[in-house]
DNA sequence: GAGACTTCATGCCTGCACAGATTGGCGTCA
DNA sequence: TGACGCCAATCTGTGCAGGCATGAAGTCTC
């Protein structure tokens, strides 16, 4: 599937920089992408754009495109969290997920009871009763993408926007858990009762039981995730601002 | 201070797409924008895309530039926030930011007061004594710009970059909160001892201690803040993904 | 209703002029 | 001699103008 130049380009220098391999400070030249990639102006420019909007870069006058360093970086930006979780910062990237998961999720269920439509109780009451089937068949790879749904509908019923924008990057989360073999060889059978009283207390409109339900969910997560990459480094920006 | 044409065509379009001057389905040509802004193809077709990765527009061949809904919009897009704030739907932003608050910042304090280096530790104690004398000598001013800091010192000690990165955010919406006089005459007492609660206990290490007393901050935050735009409506994606 | 044809806006390329930041040379002065 | 300040050359992104290619939408035919 050939996409557009405009996204190989973004693509092709957007991964250079967030795997390392074009280090903060370099100075690259647009004429340099352009014979590199053997494409025109325009489709640098425009991706040099973007990049810089992402915080990747920043273009100035005379001296060319000045590569940023993770701390400038927009660390939501959905093109930066997919570049990390692929190359070799995969580890921190899955802790600040999961630090962010721990904190928003209990806040979600809460929000969801109090506020989630009927359509969205139900699917999360089917969704617990489909997971737990997946989980005691031993079914894993129904089980991730039922776990995944579940999710990203607590966190869409919570009717908060930006909770439910973090869907995708929680799947990319719940995804790389299991790829690096971080789930237990089956679901527990605790972890599918949590689910179920999560999705009970939801749909019940009991804010305050959803949230200690996903509390419980969201303390094995931490412990399950964080204990793993505890001793990746963690970046401090500079305390003066 | 005229900035780049680039960026002026992005605030131009971007602005009024958030304030729902150009609705959602719209389709707009790149050459009305020329010569509506008056500048040339490649200033509008970098800003297209530039707009484009933050979710605001789809340009596709034969039809123009799609103007997308909220739905689509990346709501932690720093220009996003930005436009939301000022717009109408600010009330709605403030309410999605401060959810995000409750649920992260007791996170961040947690997390800080396990791996915060000591220059955090230090400055935090300084900014919450000078909290608490601005706070009792009714330095509105100073003080919310102490809090500003606070708040943003914590997200960074906490040494996860997505909590780090929201400060701005952050700082908007306390800002936000003082104009829109959502803030008590002189600070409580409580919040006071509070705060100064909050950086003894990062500095001693104690990572349930300092949890619990920003929560017990952001208690209050979330009933002074969440209940004047209890009424704003809230925003269900499609319960089917 | 299926397929071929027309249409038209974006995708992509190229050449040119301009603006502004860096660099180095030049002259002055201590 | 050496350090400082000014100015001009230079280099690179910014913006402009125009061209052809592409492919999705709509239309027409069978």
Redesign the interface.
């Given at each position: 599937m050939p996409k557009s130049l405009?996204q190989r380009a973004i693509e092709h220098v957007g991964s250079r920089i967030v795997d390392g391999s074009i280090p903060a400070g370099e100075v690259i030249l647009a004429a340099e992408l352009e014979s590199e990639l053997g494409v025109s102006r325009?489709v640098i420019?425009?991706?040099v754009?973007?990049l810089a909007?992402?915080g990747l870069v920043v273009s100035t006058k005379r001296v060319g495109i000045r590569v940023l360093g993770?701390?400038d970086w927009?660390?939501?930006?959905?093109?930066v969290i997919r570049w990390r979780l692929a190359g070799g910062g995969q580890g921190a990237q899955l802790?600040?997920?999961t630090?962010?998961r721990?904190?928003?999720e209990?806040?979600?269920a809460e929000?969801a009871a109090e506020?989630a439509?009927a359509?969205?109780c139900g699917?999360l009451l089917n969704l617990a009763a489909r997971m737990r089937h997946a989980g005691r068949s031993g079914d894993l790879g129904s089980f991730l993408e039922l776990d995944i749904?579940f999710h990203?509908?607590v966190l869409?019923?919570?009717?908060?926007?930006?909770?439910?924008?973090l869907a995708n990057p929680i799947a990319e989360t719940l995804r790389g858990r299991t790829e690096l073999g971080l789930m237990p060889e089956r679901p527990h059978e605790e972890a599918l009762a949590w689910h179920q009283a999560v999705a009970d207390a939801i749909s019940a409109h009991e804010p305050h039981l959803a949230r200690e339900s996903m509390e419980l969910i969201m303390r094995r997560t931490n412990q399950e995730i964080c204990g793993v990459w505890a001793h990746a480094p963690?970046?401090?920006?500079q305390?003066r601002?």
């Open positions: 405009h325009s420019r425009e991706a754009r973007v909007s992402a993770p701390e927009n660390p939501f930006d959905p093109l802790r600040s997920l630090e962010l721990v904190a928003v209990p806040m979600a929000l506020h439509p359509e969205f699917e749904r990203a509908m869409a019923a919570s009717g908060n926007e930006m909770f439910a924008n963690r970046l401090f920006p305390p601002a």
